[in-house]
């Protein structure tokens, strides 16, 4: 009764008022899921590419072939498959594409399809998305990481960096967490608007600044916590998404609001300085994808006392975090569905992050939707952190409002700082 009988995909709108694709999966018990693609601004090299039309309608992004594939050979591939069996139906996805990066059907096609089909699988077997994919081994709810001040690609590149966030160490609970973040990020938005520094926000509901220089927003989110009446670092600290491959390659780095240019040892050393300066317990992505040794070195260096995030570098794909796991490069992987293009690829690269003895993050994208898929994955998996973006915007907040409901419903226990090891 789990076979898949119908899969139509369509046309829907991100956050970004840029088209995506919806897929819509029925069973032949009559149990549906539905997964939408999400996108992403700053993107790895190797990551799934979304198929795009190009052309001069909608921008270029408009997705009528990513959806006609979803509706032609998507469809003709996964019908009478076994919803049960999300390995399989993704196989066939992955052989149908025939591609390394999804880039003939589209990551966005494969990425929404396969969503689409988890969810049909745990409506089959009535149980929520969390439980289905947790397999009956324990959980826990995860340590939020939420964005203040927005940057890089999701700001303008207003400022240099992609994102300052906040991690609620001191919560005992996910709607505590949630509830302190709130107030740093109120703080945050008040102490910007006196200054004369608030311009809106940003892609993913931060505040859109208007620094003179970086570190300045390190100086007034570390104020923001203080100001919501928190103690950095034991009760809230923060995380930073540099997304150096943005502004740095071959071991060159450009900070364009400060006007200067670093080499690698100097942009470690930068980084270094303000783990020194700032309650800093997380960095994703200090060096440029293209940097490995770079990323050895900082790993080295600061490796023991601060998370050290993969993303554009591991992309999410399973070979390239036991990779970088075997020369040290990071130290925790960032788990993105989309740049992998399906559920089950995604879970490998989880697997072998942990199977290392990595710190994982399950994480949205700037262009996203309604879809609570990630919660659910984050929650099931076990992975110990979620990424969202801000504290604004419904696309974020439907996220982290399913979390709030998991977490009464069910009593899941709140990992909070046993998530990061080296805080533990």
């Not at 600290?237 to 609001?257: H, K, N, R």
């Not at 979620?386 to 009464?408: D, H, P, Q, T, Y």
Request: net charge negative; glycine share 12%.
């Amino acid at each position: 009764m789990s076979e898949i009988v119908k899969i139509r995909g369509r046309r829907v709108w991100d956050s970004r008022g840029r088209p995506t694709v919806e897929v819509d999966v029925t069973l032949a018990d009559g149990s549906c899921g539905r997964g939408i693609a999400p996108a992403g601004a700053s993107r790895g090299t190797r990551e799934a590419i979304d198929l795009r039309d190009a052309g001069t309608k909608l921008g270029g992004f408009g997705v009528d072939r990513a959806v006609a594939n979803v509706n032609g050979e998507i469809a003709a591939a996964l019908r009478g498959r076994d919803a049960l069996d999300q390995a399989g139906a993704d196989r066939a996805l992955i052989e149908l594409d025939g591609t390394p990066n999804k880039s003939r059907l589209g990551g966005n096609a494969t990425v929404a399809a396969s969503i689409a089909v988890l969810h049909a699988a745990a409506a089959a077997e009535k149980m929520p998305l969390w439980q289905y994919v947790a397999g009956g081994q324990p959980v826990t709810m995860p340590l939020p990481e939420i964005q203040i001040f927005g940057g890089g690609a999701h700001a303008g590149r207003r400022v240099d960096l992609q994102d300052f966030m906040v991690m609620p160490l001191g919560a005992t609970s996910f709607a505590q967490a949630l509830e302190m973040t709130a107030e740093v990020y109120i703080a945050a938005g008040s102490l910007m608007k006196a200054a004369g520094k608030l311009s809106g926000v940003a892609d993913e509901g931060g505040w859109w600044p208007l620094f003179d220089a970086n570190e300045e927003a390190l100086e007034m989110l570390t104020r923001a916590i203080e100001h919501a009446g928190f103690r950095p670092l034991d009760d809230v600290a923060i995380s930073l998404d540099i997304a150096a491959s943005e502004f740095g390659s071959g071991g060159q780095y450009t900070l364009g609001l400060e006007q200067r240019r670093l080499d690698t040892a100097g942009m470690i050393e930068l980084l270094g300085a303000w783990l020194d300066a700032y309650p800093i317990v997380s960095i994703e992505d200090p060096l440029a994808e293209d940097d490995e040794a770079g990323l050895i070195e900082f790993t080295r260096r600061y490796g023991a006392r601060c998370q050290v995030i993969g993303d554009d570098y591991l992309v999410t794909s399973a070979p390239r975090v036991s990779h970088a796991a075997a020369i040290k490069a990071v130290n925790s992987a960032l788990i993105k569905l989309n740049q992998a293009g399906t559920v089950t690829e995604t879970r490998a690269a989880l697997d072998a992050a942990r199977a290392a003895g990595m710190s994982t993050l399950v994480s949205a994208r700037s262009g996203e939707t309604e879809d609570v898929t990630i919660t659910h994955l984050a929650v099931g998996w076990n992975a110990g952190q979620l990424k969202v973006g801000s504290f604004a915007r419904s696309e974020r907040m439907a996220k982290w409002n399913e979390g709030l409901r998991i977490e009464e419903a069910t009593g899941v226990q709140y990992v909070g700082r046993r998530a990061l090891p080296h805080l533990a």
